[in-house]
Nanobody, 123 residues
């Protein structure tokens, strides 16, 4: 059983940056592709970014390209999401997820989820 704990969310102004962290425990971190998803109030959960087991392949939703960066640190069993040039439309609860063997852009493919961290961007 893998446990995921997100942190790093907060209230920021448009144009600011945040770094989200997701600490994993209870499994072999290198066995899992990792993803970040977000869910705004009244909307469905959407894919934001994902990274392969080795960290050499990264995938992003179009709205995140050039602004967000996903990375992973195997020594710390942690995956990060650097959020730059934040916009009010980025306001959401951000979730970290783990999928055995390979990442996916589809939430339904993930085996484990964190509890989420709130990101609020004011204009």
């Amino acid at each position: 059983q893998v446990q995921l704990v997100e942190s790093g969310g907060g209230l920021v102004q448009a144009g600011d940056s945040l770094r989200l962290s997701c600490a994993a425990s209870g499994g072999t971190f290198s066995d899992y592709g990792m993803g970040w998803f977000r869910q705004a109030a009244g909307k469905e959960r959407e894919f934001v970014a994902a990274i392969s087991r080795s960290g050499d392949i990264r995938d992003y939703v179009d709205s995140a390209k050039g602004r967000f960066t996903i990375s992973r640190d195997s020594a710390k069993n942690t995956v990060y999401l650097q959020l730059n040039t934040l916009k009010p439309e980025d306001t959401a609860v951000y979730y970290c997820a783990a999928r055995l063997w390979a990442y996916s852009v589809y939430a339904s493919n993930y085996n484990y989820w964190g509890q989420g961290t709130q990101v609020t961007v004011s204009s």
